[in-house]
């Protein structure tokens, strides 16, 4: 981030992006609910050119049973890119930015997840990402509330996400994978529109205090875009065309 000097256009005079988007259009977005038939529940994203599938399992027995807590159910998430997900092979053995975002996610979920009402048991959260192109933080959170919805997994809201940041000193909505190597600053943020609650900010750059605000308010209304999208997968599955 920041480091390299761009050598493309991230802003031209019409104040169009790189990838020919205005500053506060999303990605092309396509969500569908219940891909999988061997996971209790499950999706699959496609962020612009992040492609994400994401596989539920659970409420189920944890081994080893200490790990268990009575009180509660516990969350676990896995968050693994392939090795062709990226131009250059990437080691399949996780990486710390996987362990990083796997807990990033998992932290990010569970103010969603009515862990109370399944004590003592483990809901799997498998994340793939068969392709990366900057955002997939915010793409797999996405998914990954679709596909516990999906598994009946008891909710309070579903987390929708989108980043915000900072580029040719413009805030911009939904970063891409050129944007967040060479603009000022990239926010990801998971959002429960229904709650009003922040799940996810992160900030990697510098921006001032206003810039910060408006990073803020810009990526909540990505995050709402988002929203939209996660309820129209989980009806058009659970009352749509039929096609599941
Ligand atoms: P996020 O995907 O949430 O934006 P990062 O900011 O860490 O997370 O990564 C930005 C992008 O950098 C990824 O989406 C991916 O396109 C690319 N990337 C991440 N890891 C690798 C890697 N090992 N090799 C090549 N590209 C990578």
Known sequence: MGGREATMVLLDENGIRCDGRKIDETR????????????????????GDNKILVG???PRDVHPK??????????????????FSVTERKNPAPSRREI??????????EPAVMLEKFPRTAVDVFIEVLQ??????????????????????????MVAACASGKVADTIVLDVNNEEDQAGQADMPIGYMP??????????DGILTSDEFKKCVDVGINGCKIVYELQK?????????????
């Open 100 to 109: 990083e975002i796997s807990k990033v996610i998992k932290e990010a979920l």
């Open 232 to 244: 129209k997968a989980l009806t058009d599955k659970y009352f749509g065309n039929g096609s599941n």
């Open 132 to 157: 990366a192109d900057g955002g997939t933080r915010c793409a797999a959170l996405s998914a990954a509330s679709v596909a516990l919805a999906d598994a009946g997994i008891p909710m309070r809201d």
């Open 56 to 58: 539920i399992f659970g």
């Open 194 to 203: 229904n709650l009003k609650k922040i799940t996810l900010l992160q900030l």
């Open 28 to 47: 092309k977005i396509m969500i569908k609910a219940g891909v999988l038939k061997n996971a209790d529940g499950s999706a699959y994203i496609e962020f």
């Open 66 to 83: 200490h790990m268990s807590d009575t009180d509660t159910g516990i969350l676990r998430v896995r968050y693994h890119m392939e090795p």
